[in-house]
């Protein structure tokens, strides 16, 4: 499976911007897909995910409310739906696809097994 972010880039603090991740291989579907984020000089952490079915999603606490995980795996794309953003939201954006989210969501960057090379966000106050 190949993954690959895109999205416009810099945005005003309160706007929005939706990420999109295409993937490769006909088996995409049954991943669990998830959005991770690195911002400098701190670790990669997790923003949001859901199942292959998106059934059940999951967010980190500091972008509950404000973000939005969706896919549609005719397109086989998975899409991060960023509202209100803010400028501590600015790092890059990483898309990641597991085995392991058929039923269960996964928060832990290690359980997933591919990822995309990843997208600059940039939210100026």
């Known amino acids: 499976v190949q993954l690959v972010e895109s999205g416009v880039g810099l945005v005003q603090a309160g706007g929005s911007l939706r990420l999109s991740c295409a993937a490769s291989?006909?088996?995409?579907?049954?991943?669990?897909v998830g959005w991770f984020r690195q911002a400098p000089g701190k670790e990669r952490e997790f923003v949001a995910a859901?199942?292959?079915?998106?059934?059940?999603?999951g967010y980190a606490d500091s972008v509950k409310g404000r973000f939005t995980i969706s896919r549609d795996n005719a397109k086989n794309t998975v899409y991060l739906q960023m509202n209100s953003l803010k400028p501590e939201d600015t790092a890059v954006y990483y898309c990641?696809?597991?085995?392991?989210?058929?039923?269960?969501?996964?928060?832990?960057?290690?359980?997933?097994?591919?990822w995309g090379q990843g997208t600059q966000v940039t939210v100026s106050s």
């Open positions: 859901c199942t292959w079915s998106a059934s059940s999603t």
């Open positions: 291989g006909r088996t995409f579907p049954i991943y669990g």
């Open positions: 990641a696809a597991t085995r392991q989210g058929i039923t269960a969501v996964q928060t832990m960057s290690a359980r997933y097994d591919y």
